[in-house]
């Protein structure tokens, strides 16, 4: 079983509508990081979350860290088509080394 | 700017034909990680160098090895390439030490396998 479930796997929608992306696990982390990864490109990073409960903002995306630091979600306002890409959630495995374990991946496509 | 770079881009190469990949860094990141990403999933963790330390990850075929001459620069050797090895590699660096500091990717090399 994957460490990090990211849900949905695939979603397709049109500009301006909003939607919400999910990354769960049965364990508990100190941080939680996302990722955006265009095609033909390496992943960047959004955002970290560190604190349960924490809810960041980045423009129109809005990320939660759950109260018990094992799940972690994604909320987009209004979606566009630069949003396009694969979304990764991330946790470090190895202590100390920074080591990412990545997320299954929610990939999104923004229709115009 | 200071980034991460990949060569080549895209890599062609032959079943059981080795072939090398490289990257570059002008961070001067202590920590350097080599990922594999087959289509439509996610990077999975091959190995990783801490200065000179290896680190490799209990699963990754024996098939796959690295080097790393400096801290600038690190490479990803496929001994015996097979058709399952065609996926986008990803080099990423990080500074030392805990924290929640990103990690920062290149563009990756492509490799198909003919």
């Known amino acids: 079983t994957q460490l990090l479930e990211q849900s949905p796997q695939f979603l397709s929608i049109q500009e301006g509508e909003n939607l919400t992306v999910y990354c769960n696990s049965s364990s508990v982390f100190s941080s939680l990081q996302w990722y955006r990864q265009e095609p033909g490109e390496g992943p960047v990073l959004l955002v970290t979350?560190?604190?349960?409960?924490e809810v960041k903002k980045l423009k129109r995306l809005t990320f939660q860290f759950g109260d018990a630091r094992k799940d972690s979600s994604l909320h987009i306002t209004a979606a566009q088509p630069g949003d396009t890409g694969l979304y990764l959630c991330?946790?470090?495995?190895?202590?100390?080394?920074?080591?990412?374990?990545f997320g299954s991946g929610t990939r999104l496509q923004v229709q115009p | 700017d200071a980034m991460v770079i990949q060569n080549p881009r895209y890599q062609v190469t032959q079943f059981g034909k080795p072939v090398t990949l490289s990257c570059s860094q002008t961070?001067?990141?202590?920590?350097m990680y080599w990922y594999q990403q087959k289509s439509s999933q996610a990077p999975k963790l091959l190995f990783h160098?801490?200065?000179?330390?290896?680190?490799n990850e209990a699963d990754t075929p024996d098939n796959f090895q690295s080097r790393r001459p400096n801290t600038s620069f690190c490479f990803l050797d496929i001994r015996s390439p097979g058709l399952g090895d065609a996926a986008m590699y990803l080099c990423?660096?990080?500074?030392?030490?805990?924290?929640?500091?990103?990690?920062?990717f290149g563009n990756g090399t492509r490799l198909t396998v003919t």
């Open positions: 991330a946790v470090s495995t190895h202590t100390g080394r920074r080591a990412l374990t």
């Open positions: 979350v560190v604190t349960g409960g």
């Open positions: 961070l001067n990141h202590n920590v």
């Open positions: 990423a660096t990080s500074p030392p030490g805990r924290g929640t500091s990103p990690l920062h």
């Open positions: 160098y801490y200065d000179k330390d290896f680190n």
